[in-house]
């Protein structure tokens, strides 16, 4: 019998992050003389933080040496930890608690697969790193989602087959990386952003116990 492996994405599935770093990329460009908008920040989500400083950069038209990208890097970072210093319990998306209980209780293998370096922090300050068996973040990690790197380490992490993991993913490029993985994809989000999922949610609430014990069984064969 082979068992089923769940792998969590962070920002945009279970905290609501992506808020934080808008508003520490938005210091940094604003500083840089230009402004970055909510609409340009939709290009950040799922990206690693030296691709979404690159991206800035670009938009605001600014060269940097070496010198000043790691410096600006450094200081966006401290500026968004400032922001997740006062995060709590009270930030977990709607139902988030409630999936996880549910697998937990059923003694399922949980993952996180995240690209973010402050992903245990972050879980830490919302008290939800209890429920996970094994985190693989952007300190995990050498190739950035869309790549598959991510979810197959933690897969193998939580010793499960790549076609028993079910992932769930807010990014387009995450959905893109569960599917060559020959993962189960399910989106978290906007079903036209997130088309290529092979199955699409607003959010948990809409995820019954029924759904996610199918989701169990397909492993189980
Ligand atoms: P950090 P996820 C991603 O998290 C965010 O969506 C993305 O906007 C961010 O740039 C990336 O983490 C890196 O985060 O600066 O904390 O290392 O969606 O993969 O959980
Ligand atoms: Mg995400």
Known sequence: MNKTGFIFDLDGVIVDTAKYHYLAWRNLANELGFEFTHEQNELFKGVSRKRCLEILLDIGG????QEQFDRWM??????YLKYIEKMNAS???????????????RQIPIALGSASKNARPILEKVELLPYFDSIVDGNN?????????????????LAVRPENSVVFE???????????ANMLSIGIGDDKVLSEA???????TEMDDGFLESLIQQGSV
């Open 170 to 180: 807010d990014a387009v490029a995450g959905i893109q990386a569960a599917n060559a």
């Open 198 to 204: 092979k199955h699409n949610f607003k959010d948990f």
């Open 91 to 105: 930030e977990i998306l709607p139902d988030v608690p409630r999936v996880l209980q549910f697998l937990k209780e």
């Open 74 to 79: 450094v200081e966006k970072n401290e500026d």
């Open 141 to 157: 990690v050498t190739k950035a989602k869309p790549d598959p790197e991510v979810f197959l380490i933690a897969a193998e992490q």
């Open 62 to 65: 600014v060269e940097a040496t």
